[in-house]
C-alpha cells in the first residue's frame, strides 16, 4: 500500500460516523447491509447523511455498494482494511515482536492468517 493510498483510508475512517460505519460493515461481513439498515442502526443519523459519508468510504476504497432490486447493500472491502491495519503494523515492531505481539495476534484471528508479518523487512518476528 502506497502512503497516499494510507492517508486516503485514514481520513475516511478519522471521522465517528465513518468509523461507525465501518465498524457495522465489518461485523456484517461479505452480506454487507442495506444503506436503509445502516441509517436505522446509527443513531440520530438521516438517509442523506449516511448516502454522503458512503460516498466518502467508497471513493476510498473501504466499502463497495451493490444493487439488489431498490437497495445498495454496502459491505466492507477486507482487503483494503486489511493493508490498512498492516501499513501501520509494518514498522511499528522494530525487531522488537512483544511491541506488536497482541495486534499481531488480533490481526492473525480476524483474518486466520499466521501470526507473522511476512513481506516487512523491519520486523524479525518471523522463525526463518
Not at 483510508?9 to 465513518?18: H, N, W
Not at 441509517?39 to 476510498?60: C, D, K, Q, V, Y
Amino acid at each position: 500500500m502506497q502512503e497516499k493510498q494510507a492517508l486516503d483510508g485514514f481520513a475516511a475512517i478519522a471521522q465517528e460516523t465513518r468509523l461507525r460505519i465501518i465498524r457495522l460493515l465489518v461485523t456484517a461481513g461479505a452480506d454487507g447491509m442495506a444503506a436503509g439498515a445502516i441509517t436505522e442502526a446509527i443513531a440520530g443519523a438521516s438517509a442523506p447523511r449516511i448516502s454522503f459519508h458512503l460516498s466518502h468510504l467508497e471513493n476510498a476504497g473501504l466499502v463497495v455498494g451493490r444493487r439488489e432490486g431498490r437497495s445498495i447493500i454496502y459491505s466492507a472491502v477486507f482487503t483494503a482494511l486489511s493493508d490498512l491495519v498492516a501499513f501501520l503494523m509494518r514498522d511499528c515492531c522494530e525487531g522488537h515482536c512483544e511491541v506488536c505481539d497482541r495486534a499481531i495476534a488480533l490481526f492473525a484471528r480476524c483474518t486466520g492468517r499466521p501470526q507473522t508479518m511476512s513481506g516487512s523487512p523491519r520486523i524479525a518476528c518471523e522463525e526463518p
